[in-house]
């Protein structure tokens, strides 16, 4: 008998499934809590009203459960005790863990859409923070579970998979309304990576309001705030840009945690998910906060509403530390959200018509620490000189240093930001149809190579899918989730497939296969 069993991130062990302990480092009773926490959401949708109060309750609940956001069991079991107060009729019962049926077609859309969820939720609890919310979003959680808990046939899920691209896209606009309403419109912003001279305090994850509030309470400390990994898209927003100590970006993508964490000599804060295993190097001076736990890491609470957390833990340490070692002398460029790239729109397109941009790839989505997601940079860097790369999220790292240049002012990497900005993309793509009169979405001179790890890409996925793009390039790997049923029933519908080679990919792609 397995101690747990876990394949919803794109490293599980043996593209598989982890049941011993998880490739994250999620041991196997936190495993079983979140399990559990999850079968009681189940119960609260099956038994309370919609509000947007529990819908919220449940958002976070789900947030802790995604890949690298929560390693601890005591707060894993404090949110399941506070759901078993929630949960109305006591006594009635919901599908528990992954194998709570034994049909593998309804296995797989049921974990299919809960992961779905899992990604909605993270963005609906960012919006939230900023007191943005859509109804209807509520509305899907509660259904969503509910159809996840009851039904065992596989054309309803199959229709619960298609509910959630639409709901993900809801999630996705809400959160780009909220953070583009509270934080204004991004613009293009090359961002520098080497060190100052002051103690400096590292804000990683993707709570934007917390790093605003982390900027105010440092205003005049002689400190400097660095971004890292999801969160270097914050410096093309106009709002950070009013604070002189907001002074730039350290490292790259989550997993090299263990190297850039110890090299940056300061504090660190956690936002939500992408925390690795903590080291001994840097183990005094990290933090977690919101959906964000770790074991014996101090933790910054909640705020309460209308007040900012507190973050003189991390003010007080810093001041005692010495500023950053310098590991990077780059500049990375961001910014482009569809309001800067509508900005590029007439140029784009007259690129387009006279022959410079042949093809834009979309290569959005997640990095991580399989060798076989060098594949990303050789396809980056294999591409011809008329082409353009489309991204968003942590995928970003593997190319965004190398030096490809402009096509008539418009850069070749064009970072529409965090994984959610891939709503930005989209929308991008959609003003593209238009100005080229093109009716078909799918013959654009647009491909998709996306690279996905966890469940925000699942449900950055389903929108794809939801807004009618097909032939999606999925790597290193397709999800274990998958049944082989399930997986035929994609590829007919949507013409998902897997990567080959850069060299092969490449000539498919531009040929817009």
């Known amino acids: 008998m397995n101690n747990m069993f876990c394949f919803q991130c794109q490293e599980t062990c043996g593209n598989s499934g982890c049941t011993m302990t998880g490739v994250c480092g999620k041991t196997a009773t936190t495993a079983d809590a979140m399990d559990r926490l999850i079968q009681r959401l189940k119960v609260i949708a099956l038994n309370r009203k919609v509000s947007h109060e529990l819908a919220i309750f449940i958002a976070k609940s789900l947030f802790m459960t995604v890949t690298n956001t929560n390693f601890s069991e005591r707060s894993i079991v404090s949110q399941l005790r506070k759901s078993e107060k929630l949960t109305g009729i006591a006594s009635f019962d919901a599908p528990l863990g992954v194998h709570s049926d034994g049909d593998e077609d309804v296995v797989s859309l049921r974990e299919f859409a809960t992961y779905a969820l899992k990604g909605i939720a993270a963005y609906m609890v960012h919006a939230d923070e900023l007191d943005f919310k859509d109804e209807s979003l509520d509305d899907f959680l509660f259904s969503a579970l509910r159809k996840i808990s009851e039904s065992k046939n596989t054309a309803d899920l199959l229709e619960l998979i298609e509910e959630s ?234 190319y965004n240093r190398l030096p490809l240049g402009e096509i008539n002012g418009i850069p070749r990497i064009i970072d529409a930001g965090q994984c959610n900005d891939s709503y930005s993309l989209a929308v991008f793509v959609l003003k593209l149809k238009e100005a080229l009169g093109e009716e078909d979405i799918n013959k654009l001179p647009i491909s998709f190579d996306i690279a996905w790890y966890e469940q925000k890409a699942v449900a950055v996925l389903l929108a794809l899918l939801s807004l009618g793009f097909k032939n999606i390039r999925l790597g290193p790997t397709l999800p274990a989730f998958l049944s082989e049923r399930i997986t035929r029933i994609l590829e007919k519908n949507y013409k998902l497939k897997s990567i080959s080679t850069p060299h092969e990919d490449i000539i498919s792609m531009l040929k817009g296969k």
């Open 165 to 398: 691209g639409a709901a993900a896209v809801k999630a996705m606009a809400l959160l780009d309304e909220a953070n583009t309403g509270t934080f204004g419109t991004p613009e293009k912003t090359v961002v520098k990576t080497y060190p100052g001279t002051r103690s400096g305090i590292l804000i990683s994850g993707h709570d934007l309001k917390d790093l605003y509030e982390l900027l105010i309470q440092t205003e005049g400390k002689n400190i400097d705030i660095y971004t890292h990994g999801e969160m270097l898209p914050a410096h093309a927003y106009l709002l950070f840009k009013k604070f002189p100590h907001f002074y730039g970006h350290y490292g790259s993508a989550w997993h090299h945690q263990n190297v850039e964490f110890a090299a940056f000599n300061g504090p660190i804060l956690l936002t939500s998910n992408c925390i690795t295993p903590v080291q001994e190097s840097y183990s005094k001076r990290i933090f977690t906060t919101g959906c964000c736990y770790y074991p014996n890491v101090p933790h910054i609470e909640d705020r309460e509403r209308g007040s900012m957390k507190d973050f003189s833990p991390l003010i007080e340490l810093a001041v005692k530390l010495p500023p950053p070692m310098s590991i990077d002398k780059s500049k990375l460029l961001t910014g482009f959200g569809h309001g800067q790239l509508t900005e590029y729109l007439d140029n784009i397109v007259e690129n387009i018509r006279n022959g410079s941009i042949k093809r834009f790839i979309v290569m959005a989505g997640c990095d991580g620490r399989q060798k076989k997601r060098e594949y990303y940079t050789d396809v980056a860097s294999l591409l011809p000189p008329d082409t353009i790369i489309l991204t968003a999220g942590c995928a970003k790292y593997r």
